[in-house]
């Protein structure tokens, strides 16, 4: 019985013609950019209520509108240094006949939390986790805005600008 199957599918395989469902050709698909995009951002923070600055890199798709966007950020402030490496993923929403795209990301960030006092030996520094959930708004030519909300030890609320270079 199990060879008559295995038979029935192989000839059904070989006989097996192609349907023509269109009868013109599609147009190919936009050329890929394979290589990492670099960018920079700065902006403001919340709980703590500091400054920052950072950059991050892009990746090419890992499926469709999906990328990995890691990056670092330092903030000052409030008594405190912030180096935060976040490991995000973005989401992107092209927007129809427009240069913007939305994007919403999410992703885990190691925190180090260096506290400053007036006294030289009474600094402290500590190490924790986050997490991070972001949207943003970018433009095709590199200008972005992006807010993200944190948890655990990341700060509670950042607005940024910045540029990815293309």
């Known amino acids: 019985m199990t060879q008559r199957i ?3 599918v192989a000839v059904v395989l070989v006989c097996a013609t192609p349907a023509i469902a269109q009868t013109r050709r599609a147009a190919p698909p936009p050329a890929k950019n394979d290589s990492p995009q670099v960018g920079v951002r700065a902006g403001v923070s919340g709980d703590p209520d500091q400054f920052y600055f950072g950059a991050h890199i892009e990746t090419s798709p890992l499926i469709e509108h999906l990328t990995f966007r ?3 950020e330092v ?3 409030d008594s405190l240094t912030l180096i935060t490496f976040n490991f995000e993923f ?3 929403i092209p927007l129809k006949n427009q240069p913007w795209r939305v994007y919403l990301g999410a992703g885990p960030a190691l925190v180090i939390s ?3 006092s007036d006294h030289p030996n009474d600094g402290n520094t500590d190490v924790g986790g ?3 959930f972001l949207v943003g708004l970018q433009h095709r030519k590199g200008l972005f805005t992006e807010l993200k909300v944190g948890v655990i030890d990341s700060a509670s609320v950042k607005f940024c600008v910045g540029y990815v270079f293309q």
């Open 114 to 116: 260096a506290f400053h």
């Open 75 to 77: 903030g000052v402030g």
């Open 70 to 72: 890691p990056n670092a």
């Open 90 to 92: 973005a989401y992107s």
């Open 6 to 8: 295995v038979s029935l």
């Open 130 to 132: 986050g997490f991070n």
